[in-house]
C-alpha cells in the first residue's frame, strides 16, 4: 500500500520536478489546464501531457507585484508561480472564462512569461444549453484541437481523441469506485491519501495514473477493512484548488470522518465521462452542459446545488456538511447563503471554513471545527 | 502658501437627479399601473424597453441606491442572510433588496423595486449572472440568458459577436415575446436608437471640454451624468439635459472658467474601474486640494462611445456592434491586453499625467490586472499610476488612510518626474 501511494505522492509532494521529470525521460510537451471545465482528453491526444494548474507548495511573494492580495488563491499561485519562472516546464497553456478572475490571469502570463502556446477558450455558462451555446462551444474546442495540433505538428484525428477519451474515462471510472470503496468503508484511507490520489490524476499521465490505480483499488478491496468510528461528513465546495490536507487531517483527528465530496479536486474531477462515439468532439461539447454535480460557476438554475446535497447526505446517511470555500471565489461566494438555507430548512449542520493560499489560521479553524463536532454529537 | 483649489460646480448636473429619481419611480410603481417589468444586468436593457417594459439596469440601480444613500442598510440586510462582505457588492445589494421585499422590511422608499417578469442574465460580468441565478433560486423568477464574453485577443471577436446575436435572437426576444404576449418591436428599439443617437452625439460634444485645458468640467460631474445614455436610453428627457449641459459647457470655457478654481487643475488623471457611486463627494475631496482632476476612464467611457456609429435602419446589428464590432473594439477594451490601447488613447487624448486604478475589493473584473497595465502604459507613454482600494457603494471597504497615502505619492511622482 504504502508503495503504491509513494507512486501518486511523487507528484502531490513536489509537481515542478515530478512533471519536469517526466517530461525530461519522455521528451514531451507538458501543457497546463487552467481548471474547471477544460477537457483534458485534447491535450493528451496530440501526444502531450496535460496538467491542471495547482495552488503552489510555497507563499506567494513576487506574484503580489501583479495580484492584489484579494483575489482568489489560484490565480494568485498560478501568477507567483509563474512570474517566479516555476512554471517554465509548460510549453503550453489553456485558459478560459469560467469566472472574473480567470478570465485576467492569461494577461498576466502573457506580459511575464508568455509560453511557447496559449491558447483561450470562452467556455460559455450552461444554463439552458440552446444550440447557440452547444454549436458555439463545439467551436471552442474545435479551435483548440487545431491549435493544439497545429503545435504538436500533428493532426489530432477522431480516432486519437476517442482513444484519449476511453483512458480518461477508464481514469474517472477508477475513481469513482475508490469513492464507492470509501462511502461503503468509511475512514479506510485517510483523507489526505484520497485527495493526492485525486489530485496526482491531475499531474500525471492517465495511463501511469490508471495502474497505480487498479494496484491500489484491489489492495482496498482485498484487504481487511477495521471500522473507523466517527461523525460522517461530506466535504462540498472548494472550486479549483486542493484544500491543505493538513484541514483533512484536522477533520478526521477531531473524530469526523469524510465519506464522499463534491470538492474540485474530488468527486468534481471525475464526475462525468464523456461518450465514445464517431463525434468526440461532440460528446466533449455534450459533457460541458451536463447539469451535475452543481457547479455554481456555470450558471445552472434547474438544478439546485443545495438539494443536491440534501440528497447526497441522506443517501450516505452522513451527519453533516463541512464546507471548504476557496477565499475570494465568487461563484461560490454568491451561491453559499442559498446552499446554507437549503441545508438548514432539511435539517442538515453544516460548518462553513474558507480556504486561503497561506494565511490560515489553524486555531481558529479548529475551534470552529470542534464545535461543529460537538454540534454533531459524540462519536 | 500653495493655491486653494476648489470645485466650481456646474448648475446643469444638479438637473439630473429629477430626471433619474422619476425614471426609479416609474419602475417602482410600474406593477400597479399594470405593466410588464424586467431586471436586466449587462447591456441588454434596451430589449426589454423596446417592449413597452420598464427596466431595471443591475448596475444602475446599485449606483442609484448608492447615490440616495441606501446602499449601507441594503448590504448589511444580505449579510444577515449569509452573504459574505468580499461578495459582489452590488450582487450583495440586490440580495438585501430581495430580502426586504420577501420579509417586508422597512428600508428607503426610493431603494423599492417590484419584482420582475423576466431576468435577463446578460452574464458580462459573470456576477451578473450570479445574481439572477441567485433571484432563480430565492423567487423562482424566470431567466433569459446572455453570455456577452470580453474579448481576449481581437481575432476571436468576428465569431463572439456572432455568438451574441444569436443568443439575442434565439433566447432574449422569444422570452420577450412570451412574457409580453406580442412580437419583438424591432421599430420601437430603432427609436430608442435614434433619441440614443441624439443624446450621445450632444455627450461626446461635452467630453470635448474635458479635453480642454484646463478642463471645464470633470469625471465625476460626467459620473453623475451617465444615466440618458445607459439606463434611461430612448428617453427624450436625455436630449434637453445635454443640451443644458453643453450649453453650460460652452459659456464656461468662452468665460474661461475651469473645472478647478481658481486657475485650473494642476494634475489631469485617469480613473480606472467602476466609479465610487456612494462616495463620490468624499473622493471629490481627495483630489480637489491637490488640484487634481480626474477626465476620462475606461469603463465611464463604455456607454456607445461611437455615435456616428448607431443605425437605427439596422437596431439589432447596432445594438451587438455596441460592444463587438469592429470599428468600436469594446469588447476588446474591457479585456485586459486592448485595454492598454484604449486607456493609451484616452492618455493622449485627454492629456494626462497619472494613473488611478480603482480596485474594487468586492468586484474583482478588472482589479488584477491593474498592476501590470500600469507597468506597461508607464513604459509606454511615461505616466505613473497608483492603484488605490476600495468599493462603489460598501463604506467598510473604503479606508481612508491607504488612498490618501497612495495619492500623495502618485502627485509627488508627476511633480518628480516634471523636473527632470
Redesign the interface.
Known amino acids: 500500500m504504502e508503495e503504491i501511494m509513494k507512486g501518486f505522492v511523487k507528484y502531490t509532494s513536489d509537481p515542478y520536478s515530478a512533471i519536469e521529470e517526466w517530461k525530461e525521460k519522455n521528451q514531451k510537451k507538458v501543457i497546463g489546464i487552467f481548471p474547471m471545465w477544460l477537457p483534458e482528453e485534447i491535450a493528451h491526444a496530440a501526444g502531450m501531457l496535460p496538467v491542471v494548474m495547482w495552488r503552489s507548495n510555497e507563499a506567494i511573494t513576487w506574484g503580489y ?4 492580495p ?3 488563491p489560484m ?1 494568485k499561485s498560478v501568477v507567483d508561480d509563474a512570474v517566479k519562472g516555476k512554471l517554465k516546464f509548460m510549453d503550453g497553456m489553456v485558459f478560459l ?5 480567470s ?6 502570463i ?3 512569461m508568455p509560453p511557447a502556446f496559449e491558447e ?1 477558450l ?1 467556455m ?2 450552461i ?2 444549453a ?4 452547444l454549436e ?1 462551444t463545439r ?1 471552442e474546442l474545435e479551435r483548440l484541437r487545431k491549435s493544439l495540433g497545429e503545435f504538436g505538428g500533428e493532426e489530432i484525428t477522431d480516432e486519437k481523441l476517442n482513444e484519449s477519451i476511453r483512458i480518461y474515462n477508464k481514469n474517472r471510472s477508477l475513481l469513482r469506485r475508490l469513492y464507492d470503496i470509501r462511502r461503503k468503508k468509511p475512514g479506510i484511507m485517510p483523507a489526505r491519501d484520497i485527495l493526492k490520489v485525486v489530485w496526482s490524476s491531475m499531474l500525471m499521465l492517465k495511463e501511469d495514473h490508471n495502474k497505480l490505480l487498479e494496484a491500489l483499488i484491489s489492495r482496498l478491496e482485498n484487504n481487511g477493512y477495521e471500522p473507523v468510528k466517527g461523525k460522517k461528513v461530506f466535504l462540498s465546495g472548494c472550486l479549483c484548488i486542493h484544500p491543505q490536507v493538513e484541514l483533512l487531517d484536522m477533520i478526521e483527528d477531531l473524530g469526523m470522518i469524510p465519506v464522499d465530496d463534491d470538492i474540485y479536486v474530488g468527486y468534481r474531477y471525475f464526475a462525468n465521462d464523456a461518450e465514445i462515439t464517431d463525434d468526440p468532439i461532440g460528446a466533449l461539447t455534450e459533457r460541458h452542459f451536463i447539469k451535475t454535480p452543481v457547479d ?2 456555470r ?3 434547474e438544478v ?1 446545488w443545495g438539494k443536491e446535497l440534501v440528497d447526497k447526505v441522506k443517501r450516505l446517511n452522513a451527519d453533516g456538511i463541512v464546507t471548504l470555500m476557496t ?2 471565489c ?2 461560490h ?6 446552499v ?2 437549503v441545508l438548514a430548512d432539511a435539517g442538515i449542520p453544516e460548518v462553513l471554513v474558507e480556504i486561503e493560499h497561506e494565511i490560515i489560521s489553524y486555531e481558529g479553524v479548529k475551534t470552529r471545527l470542534q464545535s461543529f463536532k460537538e454540534m454533531l454529537g459524540g462519536v | 502658501m500653495g493655491v486653494e483649489y476648489k470645485v466650481n460646480r456646474l448648475r446643469a448636473t444638479g438637473n439630473i437627479r429629477p430626471l433619474v429619481d422619476k425614471h426609479w419611480g416609474d419602475l417602482r410603481a410600474a406593477k400597479e399601473r399594470g405593466e410588464k417589468v424586467a431586471w436586466a444586468s449587462g447591456p441588454s436593457f434596451m430589449f426589454p424597453y423596446s417592449m413597452g417594459m420598464k427596466c431595471h439596469f443591475m448596475a444602475g440601480y446599485a449606483s442609484y441606491a448608492g447615490g440616495i444613500g441606501a446602499a449601507d442598510e441594503l448590504l448589511r440586510l444580505a449579510e444577515t442572510t449569509g452573504d459574505l462582505p468580499e461578495t459582489c457588492s452590488y450582487h450583495r445589494l440586490h440580495m438585501g433588496l430581495v430580502e426586504a421585499i420577501k420579509k417586508g422590511v422597512p428600508i428607503k422608499e426610493q431603494a423599492i423595486l417590484p419584482l420582475p417578469d423576466l431576468l435577463i442574465a446578460g452574464r458580462y460580468c459573470t456576477e451578473q449572472s450570479h445574481y439572477s441565478e441567485s433571484f432563480y433560486r430565492r423567487m423562482g423568477l424566470r431567466i433569459a440568458p446572455l453570455e456577452l464574453p470580453f474579448v481576449f485577443n481581437k481575432e476571436d471577436r468576428p465569431r463572439i459577436r456572432e455568438f451574441v446575436y444569436r443568443q439575442i435572437v434565439e433566447n432574449v426576444i422569444p422570452n420577450l415575446e412570451d412574457v409580453c404576449e406580442k412580437p419583438f418591436d424591432y421599430d420601437r428599439l430603432s427609436e430608442i436608437l435614434s433619441v440614443l443617437k441624439k443624446t450621445a452625439t450632444l455627450r461626446n460634444e461635452c467630453w470635448k471640454f474635458l479635453a480642454t485645458k484646463p478642463a471645464t468640467w470633470t469625471l465625476w460631474d460626467y459620473a453623475v451624468s451617465m444615466a440618458p445614455v445607459i439606463y434611461m436610453m430612448g428617453d427624450p428627457a436625455g436630449i434637453p439635459f445635454y443640451e443644458d449641459l453643453l450649453k453650460e459647457l460652452k459659456e464656461r470655457h468662452e468665460k474661461g472658467i475651469p473645472a478647478l478654481a481658481p486657475e485650473g487643475e494642476k494634475y489631469r488623471i485617469y480613473w480606472d474601474g467602476w466609479i465610487p457611486w456612494a462616495f463620490l463627494g468624499k473622493f471629490m475631496r481627495k483630489f480637489t486640494p491637490h488640484g487634481a482632476v480626474c477626465l476620462c476612464g475606461r469603463y465611464p467611457w463604455e456607454m456607445f462611445p461611437h455615435p456616428e456609429l448607431i443605425d437605427p435602419e439596422h437596431p439589432l446589428d447596432t445594438v451587438v456592434d455596441w460592444v463587438y464590432g469592429e470599428e468600436t473594439g469594446l469588447a476588446c477594451h474591457m479585456a485586459p491586453k486592448g485595454s492598454i490601447e484604449m486607456i493609451g488613447e484616452l492618455i493622449e487624448e485627454y492629456s494626462i499625467d497619472g494613473l488611478v486604478m480603482f480596485s474594487s475589493k468586492s468586484c474583482r473584473m478588472w482589479n488584477q490586472s491593474h498592476l501590470d497595465q500600469i507597468d506597461a502604459l508607464d513604459k509606454k507613454y511615461g505616466i505613473p499610476g497608483v492603484v488605490i482600494e476600495a468599493d462603489m457603494i460598501d463604506p467598510e471597504m473604503v479606508q481612508d488612510s491607504q488612498i490618501d497615502t497612495r495619492l500623495q505619492a502618485l502627485f509627488e511622482t508627476i511633480d518628480g518626474r516634471r523636473r527632470r
Open positions: 507585484a501583479h495580484v492584489p484579494y483575489n482568489c490565480n472564462r469560467e469566472c472574473l478572475q478570465q485576467e490571469v492569461p494577461f498576466i502573457e506580459n511575464n483561450y470562452y460559455p455558462p444554463y439552458h440552446s444550440n447557440a451555446d458555439f467551436g455554481p460557476a450558471g445552472e438554475v439546485n477565499k475570494y465568487p461563484p461566494l454568491c451561491y453559499y447563503p442559498d446554507k438555507t
